[in-house]
């Protein structure tokens, strides 16, 4: 008997340890964050850390849009959200670029996540006119 296909998200093309993902999350150049149906924080990378400025353990603590306004006091994200969008944080500090951020949903319309399961993600990318 042979063991049961992963689901199409989970394909990959070679073995990979999943206890690796993290490490591969948090050396990546994007933010990541996950949201819950509640709009609070599930999961956070580093570069999030790092591109938000705040520690992680803050960020687990707020709402997204609470720690996009970290960032732009006018940041909200549309309700509902039913399909990607993007949006373009302007920084306080206009030294530092600009943060583009992508909006996913991961949960079809009508489909209710287990409590705490991430409901949208959210991908944070430096974003500059030379771009």
Known sequence: MSAPAPPKALAVLAPFDPAQLGVLLDRLEVGLLAADGDD???????????????PLLS????????????VDPEASIARPLLEPCELTLT???????????????LAAEGEAPAKGAPRYALALSKHSDAE
Do not use: H, M, Q, Y
């Open 40 to 54: 609070r924080i599930v999961f956070a990378n580093r570069s999030a850390e790092r591109l938000l400025g705040a």
């Open 59 to 70: 960020l687990r603590a707020l709402t997204a849009e609470g720690a996009l306004r970290l």
């Open 91 to 105: 920084r306080r500090d206009a030294t530092r670029p600009e943060l583009r951020v992508a909006v996913t949903p």
